[in-house]
């Protein structure tokens, strides 16, 4: 540090501090300007910095209403088996439905949710009334009422195949819908606030309603009718389309940025740069890999969810209250594992966690093994308390897997593509399920499983099981939790490379500029 030599003249004596003398009359005219010495900030630089704490959700800007709003539409996702497990029944004993037409109807009705995508890079790139979110939730929800009510209500519409298979895909159409707009809204608004992880909260509130809609379906067809319960779920949709309908987006932080105002003319333009945005990111290996891994871990077990029910309701007469209670138990254990992965595994390594969570789940498959070969009444065990125990286990454990890839690409999305990309991983794993479901009817069909034989079941649960355990060979695909931050950034810089490469403005320069800082700033 350089000194300064002062002439004697113009010391004197300071009385505060005695070593330091110094004439003040002579130097007033003086401005003098501390001079920074970088030793002095030696110890900010280096000095770690305390990871912000988060805000609950009720403390952020509209958290209330999202907590109603989200956290109630999970839930009627959740309940969504309660009319459904009135369906399965109406099907095998009214319809009297041959386990595998059983399950290609279970499955074929899933079909509208393969096209989550298109409904994504609408809801990203279309505004309705300003909004473009919270309209796409409305029209869901509203197809879902136009469905399950004409089961309730028109006799006819519940006798026929066809009618019936109609209301299904009816149906699901505005549930993929409404499922893709609210999984927008929960990484928008949780990217808008800087809050990672809400996807579990959903998790939770999905299990919530599981539980309940299982548990109260079990118990509803003991004492009414199927098209009672159609009708019961048509109300709750109705309440549901209500509180959705005096909700508004723009209170909860996310409403219509300024330049949508000025592309309301070009919304091909619009798709077309949401399309092209979500070939991007799908390029990075951070987001395709995972992605590639529990598509095919999922596609590769043959499903035989359709032979197990009718061999427990024709074979081993279950009464319905059992197997409701089972899926209560399994939803029950979803909860609880979603506690737990929130509160505590979400700092272990997700190649780790996966990889024991795959095990498990190999593992469980062979628990229908148990049930048909009746080796649980050689341990004493009765069928209803295995069933209700253990029937649901694989089923919870194939749903708890999704969550911690969810949680990973919603943190990895980028900013204004939250639908497309959840939309188009949602598409991914319902597709995967569906070739799932048609695998295993194939499966069944070479077997020579039918109502009444069910002798072959058993080795179709080995064949399970070690269909499952073969996505551990490439267990490599799933990133650990380390290098996900730093695949992120380098993914993130080669965007914006590629960007300014090829010349890609789409919108004007100080939006593009200003959604870049905020993407930067939220890292």
């Known amino acids: 540090m350089a000194m300064v030599r002062v002439p004697p003249s113009t010391l004197t004596k300071d009385p505060k501090n005695p070593r330091f003398c110094i004439h003040t009359t002579k130097l007033s005219h003086l401005c003098l300007k501390p001079i920074q010495c970088s030793f002095s900030n030696l110890n900010a630089v280096h000095k770690p910095v305390k990871p912000v704490t988060q805000s609950p959700v009720f403390s952020q800007v509209g958290g209330q209403q999202m907590v109603g709003l989200s956290g109630f539409g999970y839930w009627v996702q959740g309940f969504r088996c309660f009319p459904w497990l009135a369906l399965n029944f109406h099907m095998a004993n009214h319809l009297n439905l041959h386990p595998s037409v059983l399950q290609l109807v279970q499955h074929s009705g899933n079909l509208?949710?393969?096209?989550?995508?298109?409904?994504?890079?609408?809801?990203?790139?279309?505004?309705?009334?300003?909004?473009?979110?919270?309209?796409?939730?409305?029209?869901?929800?509203?197809?879902?009422?136009?469905?399950?009510?004409?089961?309730?209500?028109?006799?006819?519409?519940?006798?026929?195949?066809?009618?019936?298979?109609?209301?299904?895909?009816?149906?699901?159409?505005?549930?993929?819908?409404?499922?893709?707009?609210?999984?927008?809204?929960?990484?928008?608004?949780?990217?808008?606030?800087?809050?990672?992880?809400?996807?579990?909260?959903?998790?939770?509130?999905?299990?919530?309603?599981?539980?309940?809609?299982?548990?109260?379906?079990?118990?509803?067809?003991?004492?009414?009718?199927?098209?009672?319960?159609?009708?019961?779920?048509?109300?709750?949709?109705?309440?549901?389309?209500?509180?959705?309908?005096?909700?508004?987006?723009?209170?909860?932080?996310?409403?219509?940025?300024?330049?949508?105002?000025?592309?309301?003319?070009?919304?091909?333009?619009?798709?077309?740069?949401?399309?092209?945005?979500?070939?991007?990111?799908?390029?990075?290996?951070?987001?395709?890999?995972?992605?590639?891994?529990?598509?095919?871990?999922?596609?590769?077990?043959?499903?035989?969810?359709?032979?197990?029910?009718?061999?427990?309701?024709?074979?081993?007469?279950?009464?319905?209250?059992?197997?409701?209670?089972?899926?209560?138990?399994?939803?029950?254990?979803?909860?609880?594992?979603?506690?737990?992965?929130?509160?505590?595994?979400?700092?272990?390594?997700?190649?780790?966690?996966?990889?024991?969570?795959?095990?498990?789940?190999?593992?469980?498959?062979?628990?229908?093994?148990?049930?048909?070969k009746q080796i649980n009444l050689r341990l004493g065990i009765p069928n209803e308390v295995f069933a209700c125990c253990f029937s649901g286990l694989s089923e919870t454990l194939a749903q708890f897997k999704v969550l911690p890839f969810t949680v990973l690409l919603a943190s990895l999305c980028p900013k204004g593509c939250e639908g497309s990309l959840m939309s188009f991983v949602a598409?991914?794993?319902?597709?995967?399920?569906?070739?799932?479901?048609?695998?295993?009817?194939?499966?069944?069909?070479?077997?020579?499983?039918?109502?009444?034989?069910?002798s072959s079941l058993p080795i179709g649960s080995l064949i399970q099981f070690i269909a499952a355990l073969l996505p551990l060979g490439w267990i490599m695909y799933i990133p650990s939790q380390p290098s996900i931050e730093k695949e992120r950034r380098r993914g993130a810089s080669k965007r914006s490379r590629r960007n300014r490469r090829i010349g890609r403005v789409a919108l004007p320069p100080i939006f593009v500029y200003r959604r870049e800082r905020e993407s930067e700033t939220q890292r």
Request: net charge positive; glycine share 8%.
């Open 112 to 372: 509208p949710m393969v096209a989550k995508p298109l409904y994504g890079i609408l809801s990203d790139a279309f505004y309705i009334g300003g909004a473009h979110r919270l309209p796409y939730i409305l029209i869901g929800v509203l197809l879902q009422v136009l469905s399950w009510a004409p089961l309730a209500l028109i006799p006819a519409a519940r006798e026929g195949l066809p009618s019936v298979l109609a209301c299904i895909l009816l149906g699901n159409l505005g549930a993929s819908i409404a499922e893709v707009a609210n999984d927008a809204l929960v990484a928008e608004y949780g990217q808008k606030h800087r809050m990672k992880g809400l996807q579990s909260y959903g998790f939770m509130a999905l299990a919530v309603g599981g539980i309940l809609g299982n548990l109260f379906g079990g118990c509803f067809l003991l004492k009414t009718l199927p098209k009672n319960m159609f009708l019961v779920f048509a109300c709750l949709l109705s309440f549901q389309l209500a509180i959705s309908s005096t909700s508004r987006e723009d209170s909860l932080g996310i409403s219509q940025p300024a330049y949508q105002n000025l592309a309301k003319q070009a919304i091909w333009e619009n798709i077309k740069k949401q399309l092209s945005d979500l070939k991007m990111v799908l390029c990075e290996d951070i987001i395709s890999r995972p992605l590639i891994w529990v598509v095919a871990s999922i596609a590769a077990v043959p499903a035989l969810s359709g032979s197990i029910f009718c061999y427990q309701i024709q074979c081993l007469h279950l009464d319905p209250s059992i197997i409701g209670l089972s899926r209560v138990i399994g939803q029950l254990t979803l909860l609880s594992m979603t506690v737990l992965y929130d509160r505590y595994w979400k700092d272990v390594p997700m190649r780790k966690l996966i990889a024991a969570i795959q095990f498990v789940y190999a593992s469980s498959l062979l628990l229908d093994f148990v049930l048909v």
């Open 427 to 454: 598409s991914m794993l319902c597709l995967s399920s569906i070739f799932s479901g048609f695998l295993g009817v194939s499966l069944a069909s070479m077997m020579g499983i039918t109502t009444g034989d069910y």
